[in-house]
């Protein structure tokens, strides 16, 4: 059977009753389809990454299309070999990309977009600043090419940098535009609007995000170097939009490449560079046994069925 993934969302106003009615609808269709992932809801729209077959995806996005206030939701669809989440979750929040200021409103204030085919020609453009607005894990797998890392562990640490760092930066090299991107837009959405509220100029973002950077933009063309972190079992995609050679340490959740696992400090389940050497004797001795379980229920032929360990960053970012 085909298996779908599907990454979207929308900015639009939602009250907690439509809120609370429309998370009862997805999670009905989703176990009934057999749909898993993740769906954040909150005042200002909705955001999610669900997996499953064809016809059930397309079910559970039916539900919020059929909203008219969701017909311009931004969406990718992409096919997929494995399911990429263990579960379905509607989760009720206060934004659906935590940045921190509720009150940050991207329908009122949003940057330039830019399609995924013109990207290129301004990020080429010597009076262009490049801006990864991921965090410093999701950029150690891969960017673009002399994009600059504001070095965070979260979103909410973004307005910091752009006092500290940005700021002085636009002021001494006078640059003609801000080029903005992210995993599959969202951020960039807030970035864009949180700039613009500062007196920003010149904002611009990466339409779709890198996602449809990496399917509409051929190999040979690309200015993307090395893999997309994403935020599911897949942990990172390849130019192809393929599971790529990243997987996630389950101790401290995250991205390991191969030389990461060949590294003496790696123990499957257990620690990896990132991590070894910290927390306690019970955690090291509950993540082995964990993970002697998961090779149990592998050698049996059967899902392990336990806690699911998400990357370190609210689930469904884009």
Partial sequence: MSLRVAAFYRFTPLAEAERLALRQQLLAVGHAEGVKGTVLLAP???????????????????????????????????????????????RLKREIVTIGLPELTPTAAAGTYVPALAWNTLIEQPDTLL???????????????????????????????????????VEARRPKALALFCTGGIRCEKAAAYLLQQGFGGVQQLEGGILRYLEEVEPQQSRWQGECFVFDQRVAVNHQLQPGEYS???????????????????QQGVSCRHCAGRGEASDRARFSERQRQIDLARRRGEAHIGRVFPPPAAAADG
């Fill in 44 to 90: 200002e729209g909705v955001n999610g990454t669900v997996s499953g077959p064809e016809p059930g995806v397309e079910a559970l996005l039916a539900v919020l299309l059929a909203d008219p206030r969701f017909a311009d939701l931004s969406l990718k669809r992409h096919s997929a070999a494995h399911q990429a989440f263990h579960r379905l979750k509607v």
């Fill in 131 to 169: 801006i990864d607005t991921r965090n410093s894990y999701e950029v150690a797998v891969g960017s673009f090419a002399g994009a600059l890392d504001p070095g965070t562990e979260s979103f909410r640490d973004f307005p910091d940098w752009v006092e500290r760092q940005l700021r002085p930066l």
């Fill in 248 to 266: 996630l340490c389950h101790a401290c959740r995250m991205p390991l490449s191969v030389a990461d696992r060949g590294l003496p400090s790696f």
